[in-house]
């Protein structure tokens, strides 16, 4: 633990990285407090941080309180993911516009507009592994070049998870609460100061410009114990073992039905994922017929036109809706990205209307799966798995 | 939506009003932006609220306002679905009945007594119903009042001779592309967004409200899971959930059998 490379800056260094971040034109958002959430958007200083406030996270339940411990970071995170910048929620493609009538030349504006230079503050080990994901499902530059570009140009100041939520499980999913990977700088709350590690040449270059200082071996001890302590902690637990033979095997099962009865299909669970990618394009003209855009939006398995195939939608059942959703994530994804789509960031469970938590429901499959999967169809044998 | 053959060179537009509120005409009028460029596409023909001067149908497009609820509207509307090739009804009165149509479930000619000298006079129906319980509509927008930029879609796409497109799934998508909390899990407020169509820009809970359905249910609208979990868990009452489901679009199906349902346990 003494090779750990920890260094130790007073808080108020964290306005300094925050101003040299500014130098180096970069946008800073972070968690901000806005309607009783934690919000990501733009933030100038370390003012503009929830400081004192801390999450209470349930199935169907978030609540923000003031805590009795000034922290910067002492919450989880709220709705909001960071693909919300990456990947926006509603952007338009291009446009076209004519000056004349039909079959008359048309010119075609803003293809690509290029994305800011986003420095992200406060990113969690959960999150760093969602962003891992999405570059394996859309970040090519042929698939979506406004995501790659932003992405490059993304600086990531991490932070260590030490306080857990209710609905945390990146235990389970092995991707936190430490952050070891993709990230610039990583921030660790030691009381009223800050554990730094350096994780890139970026974040070594604006770390030389800190006041710091090596941490002493009781400080590197109490980082190994929050963390270790914070793994301890966990609000929910996911037994990932086997569990996308599980789900292939329960897909006839009746409890998707049960599921079902609770499910309101409203999308939430997939709009507030951290690796849920899926989209609609929209083409839209004007009155005149002079003007055309192409909009991009968040599209969400749950919707009706989502699996619309020729005359009608192939998922009518709320059933058949949830069990696509739950199995690609947990199942399907490893075949299509070789990664579960899950982090266990739990946004998913949080912030469904009513609650439904899909570590419960995954768990519920173990007691009902029967021996052996569904045989497969002669069309599902002979296709490449 | 069917797509109609060509419209004529300059389409000619008119606008019906029935039993309603004038909202959603007005919200044609609120079209600041675009009004001018509207004017100069089609020949606003018939629109009462907008100038006095009355051509004659036929017209290429219609659009309805308000509910049918008496039997001189039944009349007319049937006169509107003759002369205009394209009719839209616009508008929770149009589309669903809207509010008046919570008589539907009181005693009209109770109402009739108490309220006018000579009840007699009063020529009514015996309930009031969306357009489309009369004739044949070609499209519907919801909403009370519609959203402009619905409006402006489907008008542009009636132009362009293309589908408009218009969301059919619930209002947390819209919500959540916006970014606003869900007032369900952080404020604890009971929405009917989860099973309201999208399409008002999440007005309510922008302004931290819970959703009242102003765009009636969505595409598949689990209505049984909101409302087990609004009794069990947020100690809304059966009345409670009657009158949520009872508004703008009460007497619009799944709305009005579930209220019915609440309605019957009750008073069993």
Known sequence: MDKLPLHIVRRPELDRVFGLLRDNAYTLIGPTRRDGVIQYSEIRSLADLPIGYSDRQAPGSYELVKSETPRCFGFVHGADSWKRFLFPPKRRVFGASRQAGPKTPFDIDDLRSPPPAYAFVGVRACEIAAIGILDKVIGSELLDPFYRQARDKMFVLAVNCI?????????????????????????????????????????????????????TAAEKELFRLLLERASERMGRHLETEGLPELLRKSIESPRWQTIASRCLACGNCTMVCPTCFCYNVVDSTDLKCRKAERWRYWDSCFTLEFSYLGATSVRYEISSRYRQWMTHKLAWWHDQFGTSGCVGCGRCITWCPVGIDITAEAAG????????????????????? | MNIPGPLSQKPRLAVYKFSSCDGCQLQILELEDELLELAGEIEIAYFLEARRQALPGPYDIGLVEGSISTPAEERLIRQARK?????????????????????????????????????E????????????????????LRGCPVNKRQLVEVLSALLAQRRPHLPTYSLCIECKRAGIPCVMVARKTPCLGPITQAGCGALCPKFNRGCYGCFGPAETPNIAALGRFFQEERNVSRPAM????????????PFKTSSDDYEQCIQP
Request: aromatic letters at 10%.
């Open chain 1, 163 to 215: 306080e857990p939520g209710g609905t945390c499980f990146c235990v389970s999913m092995n991707t936190g609460p430490r952050v070891t990977r993709s990230f610039d700088l990583c921030l660790t709350e030691l009381g009223e100061e800050f554990g730094v590690e350096v994780g890139s040449e970026r974040g070594a270059a604006l770390f030389k410009q800190l006041t710091s200082r090596p941490a």
């Open chain 1, 365 to 385: 499959f173990r007691e009902t799966a029967p021996p052996r999967a569904v045989p497969l169809t002669p069309q599902q044998q002979a296709m490449p798995s």
């Open chain 2, 83 to 119: 002369d205009c090739k394209v009719l839209v009804s616009i508008g929770a009165c149009a589309t669903a009945g809207g509010i008046q149509a919570l008589r539907n479930w009181a005693d009209i000619d109770a109402y009739k007594k108490r309220i006018y000298p000579r009840p």
């Open chain 2, 121 to 140: 006079w009063i020529a009514t129906l015996d309930v009031a119903s969306p357009i489309a319980g009369y004739v044949y509509i070609d499209f519907e």
């Open chain 2, 242 to 253: 009657v009158r949520m489901l009872r508004s703008f679009n009460g007497y619009l199906e």
